[in-house]
């Protein structure tokens, strides 16, 4: 399915009345303490309710405050996704922007990048989730592999570039512990680097094989992908997309989609095109839930 790129209204840019909270979340992972970003919506303290998460990735060089900002400056995508909240547009959500950096890690070349983004979905698997997830009210009963694993339908994963790239990775290795994946500006480099245009059909191949093998259909995953027309990232993720479409019965882009694009046209890579996808897509895939 196509999905247009409709931009935040300029009313949903400014604070809202009723505003979500940001805060800084430290966990250990196996070598030293790491922070992440937390997003809880307003309400979370007085509901006792759980809530759908869903994880955001930054991009090379970046780090976890360019999706949202922080508690003290948060950006207009924090804003608009209280402005949607607020008005029952979409169901009240928790957000987490971590960082596949180490602490203090000076090289944010590509290739080191790429080497960490690998290894992101052990972290998230052993110290990330359990830890952001025993600690907030998400659909996790028990914070072990039973409890996750119920509670996949709960939980999404996405990113922007190199946290695209991450995505894709998690998409191979965590099916049975995300259903939604949202990568934005970013390939599958499963093959090699920039590898969803260079091996589209094998890449494509290998997601799906992937769904299948772990006894998963169309119906349990969703995928809602997002770039610009003149995104250094388009020619790879485009490629990826339309071999994903041609690979066979996995990923649908018609009638009962659950493949999901925007090109945002004439958009370039960075954050603030990528923001507002983000926002489009939360419109679609989040839903209020009905009484
Ligand atoms: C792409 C995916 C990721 C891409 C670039 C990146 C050029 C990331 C680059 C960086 O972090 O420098 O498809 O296309």
New binding site residues.
């Given amino acids: 399915m196509i999905m247009e790129y409709v931009p935040i209204p300029e009313g949903y840019r400014v604070p809202a009345a009723q505003q979500g909270r940001m805060e800084s979340f430290v966990y250990r992972n196996a070598d030293e303490e790491k922070q992440a970003w937390v997003y809880l919506p307003y309400g979370y303290d007085d509901s006792g309710d759980r809530y759908d998460i869903i994880y955001m990735m930054h991009?090379?060089?970046d780090n976890s405050t360019d999706y949202l900002g922080t508690d003290a400056e948060p950006n207009e995508l924090k804003n608009a996704i209280d402005h949607l909240i607020e008005n029952g547009e979409i169901r009240p959500l928790i957000l987490v922007m971590p960082t596949f950096y180490p602490n203090g890690c000076e090289d944010v070349s590509?290739e080191n990048?790429a080497r960490l983004v690998k290894l992101f979905p052990k972290e998230f698997e052993e110290y990330l989730m359990p830890s952001v997830e025993s600690k907030y009210r998400t659909y996790a009963d028990t914070s072990d592999a039973d409890g996750f694993r119920a509670s996949r339908t709960h939980r999404a994963f996405g990113g922007f570039?190199?946290g695209?790239?991450t995505t894709w990775y998690m998409f191979l290795e965590h099916l049975d512990l995300i259903s939604t994946f949202i990568p934005e500006?970013?390939?599958c480099?499963y093959y090699e680097r920039?590898g969803?245009r260079t091996y589209a059909e094998q890449t494509a191949k290998l997601l799906c094989d992937t769904v299948k093998s772990k006894g998963y259909t169309a119906e349990d995953i969703r995928i809602f992908a997002a770039t610009g027309s003149e995104d250094?990232?388009y020619p790879?993720?485009d490629a990826q997309i339309k071999a994903m479409k041609a690979v066979g019965d996995v990923f649908r882009a018609d009638g009962d989609a659950n493949l999901t694009y925007i090109v945002g046209e004439g958009c370039t890579?960075w954050y603030a095109p990528v923001r507002e996808y983000f926002y489009d897509i939360l419109r679609t895939a989040y839903p209020p839930v009905k009484q």
Avoid: K
Wanted: proline share 0%; no cysteine.
């Fill in positions: 991009g090379g060089s590509v990048s570039s190199m695209g790239v500006s970013g390939d480099w920039l969803g250094i990232a790879q993720l890579h």
